[in-house]
């Protein structure tokens, strides 16, 4: 079975443009979180996507956004962009049947200019 | 790891030998932990889990122990090889519940 994977892999933009970033779960995962990964603030969650509604919501400006489709697949769009939201972003998914054994992919790496 | 860096506690361990990582969650509400290790480039990988109602958990060459009395997880490694080389975190969350918080990872480098 494939794994988690995300485009693209690398990214650099300039302050004040939008970005949106893609993740695929692993097949039959039907649940879909994304974090933030920096070194100073380490892990931090960003929303969790299920049936292609929001569940789950962590504390981040409403400039982060993200959806997620019928078929899983999610995607999270940060507006506005600033030079510290230069971070790694990563996705997770899980099967949601009661397990909740997150599995990440590989991240996407956003420099802001 | 992508954590390497400012004031990452770091735990050098002879190959061969056993290693040990703690980790102080913070929730005493939090019943689901678990253990990832993420290598430089990649994302987190799966390594363990463990739920509240059980204190230890063995896996390939890992165990996990919980101590929920002092809030306290820690990861064993027996027999570290080079490839064990990583940053290592702890997660915490509550069953039925798919927002992990993370500890801030602790460094481990395996010295052939």
């Known amino acids: 079975k494939a794994g988690v994977t995300q485009t693209p892999r690398y990214l650099i933009k300039t302050r004040g443009q939008q970005v949106t970033l893609s993740c695929s779960p692993i097949?039959?995962?039907?649940?879909v979180s994304w974090y933030q990964q920096t070194p100073g603030q380490g892990l931090q969650f960003l929303f969790e996507?299920?049936?292609?509604?929001?569940?789950n919501k962590g504390n981040f400006p409403g400039r982060f956004s993200g959806r997620q489709f019928s078929n899983s697949r999610s995607e999270m769009n940060v507006s506005t962009l600033e030079l510290g939201d230069s971070a790694l972003y990563l996705c997770?998914?899980?099967?949601?049947?009661?397990?909740?054994?997150?599995?990440f992919g590989p991240g996407t790496r956003l420099l802001v200019l | 790891g992508e954590s390497v860096g400012l004031h990452l506690p770091t735990l050098s361990v002879q190959e061969g030998d056993n290693s040990i990582i703690n980790c102080a969650y913070s929730?005493?509400?939090?019943?689901?932990f678990i253990w990832y290790k993420q290598e430089s480039g990649k994302g987190p990988q799966f390594i363990i889990d463990?739920?509240?109602?059980?204190d230890k958990r063995q896996g390939q060459r890992v165990t996990v122990l919980l101590n929920k009395t002092v809030k306290h997880l820690s990861l064993q490694i027996a027999a570290t090889q080079p490839g064990d080389s990583a940053v290592y975190f702890c997660?915490?969350?509550?069953?039925?519940?798919?927002?992990?918080?993370f500890g801030k990872g602790n460094q481990v480098v395996v010295i052939p």
């Open positions: 463990i739920r509240s109602n059980m």
């Open positions: 929730n005493s509400a939090s019943d689901y």
């Open positions: 097949s039959g995962h039907r649940s």
């Open positions: 997660a915490e969350t509550a069953y039925g519940n798919n927002r992990l918080a």
């Open positions: 996507y299920f049936s292609e509604t929001q569940r």
């Open positions: 997770a998914s899980s099967l949601d049947t009661g397990q909740e054994t997150q599995y």
